[in-house]
């Protein structure tokens, strides 16, 4: 029965190839052991080559011994290529803030695609059943999770991640074990309540065969794979829109917020995900505060403010500039208040923006008048008042632009220009007594403005 449950997974999700290198995860457990006993049972079937892998965690040493024994022995009774590593999870554990499970699982994937690049294998071969399935749907509603997590493990996943026994049950795996005389190790740490998922196990689902739904187990598993084949529709719906607005320019993703508001709510987050996921090797190495990061930016991005920035793990930001929005690896430095009084004549260097002011005072037939002042202001040198001064923008601050009538808040200034609030406190502003005289980049101040009556031109450039 086993066997052709084993062969049916195999044929139905097409996990197999003829002439396929494997690297087998085999901790020792029944588990592992079938499947490898089944592996080689198909071996010359599919010309499969097989290298088996084991993992000592250094979480029980006794144990560990034995099961490491166990699986070499096999090893050498079949002529299988025999890798072993040796881990201290718990000093990854701590430094990678992770659960001690979490931890072991990166571990052993770590290990598993190393050995996939040195013997030039194709994919790698897990025992994971349909009560592992089970427990994972559980742990990832507990959680919080949507269709993306409620599908559980998948049979093949990336197209070098292989399940065959992922709609196995243990007990038919075990009975298999026995009729074949297999050996394998318990593992004493399965028996504890003191992770979770063995809680679950134990506690749970035999609490809610027994009191709720005599067929609970089949029914999630029949569940979940009708949210793996709806999840499959929407990845390569959303695949499709990150493709259609998603750009890549160096280490920065971004898109048009108006071409993001267009998609259905379950895109957007997709969208989102798919932007973290780009700056780690595989969606896997996510952490659970990475979900908690793709949540927090997509209720930034449902919220009506024109632009803001938003920190998430380290070394990663979002930016959203009215109808653009950026993901990438560049820190925001925010801008403390700065004021510094300017050489005139002269050259002043403004460390605080990364700007040198230079002013010199230059001849009417010098004088060129434009509406544009980015980088060039010419005024008119009487109407200053010297030493002139350059300063960050201070709330209440006004002045009179150029071309209109009466003042204006530097406030709604901004906002015309669509200025982000977190971008304001590195404008430079040119200072003249009271009197603001140029908001560096963008416009002067219409009382300074170079007119007929105007004897001597002062020019003020910033680099």
Known sequence: MLFRQFKRTIDHYQLLEKGERLIVGVSGGVDSMVLLHLL???????????????????????????????????????????????FNVREFQKTAGLSTQDAARRIRFQFFQDLLKKHKATKIALGHNADDQIETILLRLMRGSGVEGLKGMLPIREGKVIRPLL?????????????KEIHFCLDSSNLKEDYLRNRIRLSLIPLIEKEYQPNFKKVLLSTSAILRIENDYLE?????????IVQETGDTLS???????????????????????????????????NWSDVRRIYRELQNPRASFILECPPGLWVEKRYDRVKLGRVGFRPYPPFEVE??????????????????????????????????????????????????????????CPLGVKGTQKLKEFFI???????????????????????????????????TEKTKRVLKVEMI
């Open 342 to 399: 300017l050489v005139s004549p002269g050259r002043t260097v403004i460390e605080e923006i990364g700007k040198e002011i230079v002013i010199e005072e230059v001849n009417r037939v010098q004088f060129n008048q434009t509406k544009e002042f980015v980088t060039t202001a010419f005024m008119d040198y009487e109407k200053l008042q010297f030493p002139m001064r350059v300063r960050n923008f201070r709330p209440g601050d006004r002045f």
């Open 236 to 244: 390569r719906s959303a695949e499709e829109a990150y493709q259609r």
């Open 40 to 86: 080689n049972a198909y071996r010359e079937a599919f010309q499969l080559t097989l290298i088996v892998a084991h993992v000592n965690h250094g979480l029980r040493p006794e144990e560990s011994e034995k099961e490491a024994e166990l699986v070499q022995t096999e090893c050498e009774l079949h002529g299988f290529p025999f890798e072993y590593g040796q």
């Open 416 to 450: 015309d220009h669509k200025v982000p609030k977190f971008e304001r406190p590195k404008i430079p502003l040119l200072i003249s007594g009271e009197m603001i005289a140029w908001i560096m980049g963008y416009r002067i101040d219409n009382r300074v403005k170079v």
């Open 255 to 289: 898109f048009k917020f108006s071409e993001y508001q267009s998609l259905h709510p379950i895109m957007q987050w997709r969208i989102v995900r798919k932007m973290i996921e780009t700056f780690f090797t595989q969606a896997t190495v996510m952490r659970e505060s």
């Open 167 to 179: 709609e196995s049950w243990r007990e038919d795996i075990e009975s298999f074990a026995a009729e």
